[in-house]
């Protein structure tokens, strides 16, 4: 039997710290442009109550996309120890391109992949690059495609990024921008023989949901009326995603599993992408509760806390610092079984199942 394994993972976690603390002289406008009469430092504090977030890091002017997803790569790949010329497939999820610092201007051509493959300086004709547009669960959209072209037969060793710099996209009067982040996450894939009980991935599932939830999450004009109109920044119906999210994300992940035939018992640990705590939480509970199992302790590491919300890098970073023991109470052992979520943008879902 062969399994698509993942055999390194890498991360790159800005160094720019940017607290709470930094929006409490912010102005904040609500969504029909009406300046807010609650002080700003009282928003702040409820929406820490909300989200759990602490603080956000953001990258240093001089690097955008591109060159955070190859410093996740590099690492990545030296972790898993292959030839970077074995490489088949580049595959880069993300949102927004390349936007230099102090612009909005999106720039996705050449794709990211390609500016990364160069940047890594891979000689090979043959690794195919290519940028996945997927919202938030991109990267575990790219282990969903990179594991259906192995078994196609199209590959056999992929490299996965998810790459974001949020804070060059948000609208600093919108009080949802302090959710986002900057950041990078990696990992190579490869398709290897496994045992009925080894390693790799499991299975997967995949939705799109576009009926009414299309533009739950789009980009849109500062909520400021003085500000420039043509202008558009990332944009989220908060509330419209919360209740999605608890109603669709726990029912994906159990078909996950239920087509793995893997009990909810046997998951060791469960990586939610990073947007929200109390969503993530909420999240977690549901799905028990459609097992009517109690939940363990200590089976959902979170970062959100100290890093926001990095869109397609929250989930690979996550598990790069978990695997290095770098995330406190949580380790991850031979054999563990793990799945992985993400809601996003689209709006799209996905999961996978995976034994480390």
């Given at each position: 039997?062969?399994?698509?394994?993942?055999?390194?993972?890498?991360?790159?976690?800005?160094?720019?710290?940017?607290?709470?603390?930094?929006?409490?002289?912010?102005?904040?406008?609500?969504?029909?442009?009406?300046?807010?009469?609650?002080?700003?430092?009282?928003?702040?504090?409820?929406?820490?109550?909300?989200?759990?977030?602490?603080?956000?890091?953001?990258?240093?002017?001089?690097?955008?996309?591109?060159?955070?997803?190859?410093?996740?790569?590099?690492?990545?790949?030296?972790?898993?120890?292959?030839?970077?010329?074995?490489?088949?497939?580049?595959?880069?999820?993300?949102?927004?391109?390349?936007?230099?610092?102090?612009?909005?201007?999106?720039?996705?051509?050449?794709?990211?992949?390609?500016?990364?493959?160069?940047?890594?300086?891979?000689?090979?004709?043959?690794?195919?690059?290519?940028?996945?547009?997927?919202?938030?669960?991109?990267?575990?959209?790219?282990?969903?495609?990179?594991?259906?072209?192995?078994?196609?037969g199209i590959a056999k060793k992929a490299l996965v990024i998810g790459t974001e710099t949020l804070s060059r996209v948000i609208d600093k009067y919108d009080r949802d921008s302090m959710i986002f982040s900057d950041g990078a996450g990696a990992a190579v894939l490869e398709y290897k023989g496994s045992g009925d009980s080894g390693p790799g991935m499991l299975g997967s599932s995949a939705e799109t949901h576009t009926v009414d939830e299309v533009d739950y999450i789009n980009m849109a004009r500062s909520y400021n009326p003085d500000t420039a109109p043509?202008?558009?920044?990332?944009?989220?119906?908060?509330?419209?995603?919360?209740?999605?999210?608890?109603?669709?994300?726990?029912?994906?992940?159990?078909?996950?599993?239920d087509k793995c035939g893997v009990q909810i018992e046997e998951v060791k640990k469960i990586f939610i992408h990073q947007a929200n705590a109390k969503m993530d939480e909420g999240i977690l509970k549901r799905l028990f509760k459609l097992y009517d199992v109690e939940i363990p302790q200590n089976i959902m590491p979170m970062s959100i806390q100290w890093l926001g919300n990095s869109s397609v890098a929250t989930i690979p970073t996550l598990y790069d610092q978990v695997k290095r023991g770098k995330t406190d109470g949580h380790e991850l052992l031979p054999g563990d079984v793990i799945l992985f979520a993400s809601v996003g943008a689209g709006m799209n879902i996905n999961a996978v199942c995976y034994r480390y």
């Open positions: 039997m062969r399994r698509s394994i993942i055999t390194g993972t890498g991360c790159y976690i800005p160094p720019v710290i940017q607290p709470n603390t930094a929006f409490e002289k912010q102005p904040f406008y609500s969504s029909d442009q009406q300046l807010l009469d609650v002080p700003s430092p009282v928003i702040v504090r409820k929406f820490k109550e909300v989200t759990g977030i602490e603080e956000r890091r953001y990258t240093t002017d001089d690097l955008n996309a591109s060159d955070i997803g190859a410093l996740a790569a590099e690492i990545a790949i030296a972790d898993s120890g292959i030839d970077r010329e074995e490489i088949d497939q580049l595959i880069v999820a993300h949102n927004f391109g390349n936007i230099s610092s102090h612009t909005i201007q999106s720039m996705g051509v050449p794709s990211l992949a390609s500016r990364i493959k160069h940047q890594l300086g891979i000689k090979n004709p043959n690794c195919i690059c290519y940028d996945i547009l997927f919202g938030c669960p991109g990267w575990l959209q790219g282990l969903i495609q990179a594991d259906a072209f192995f078994k196609a043509d202008v558009v920044y990332i944009k989220m119906q908060g509330r419209k995603v919360y209740e999605f999210a608890m109603k669709q994300v726990p029912a994906a992940m159990k078909n996950c599993l």
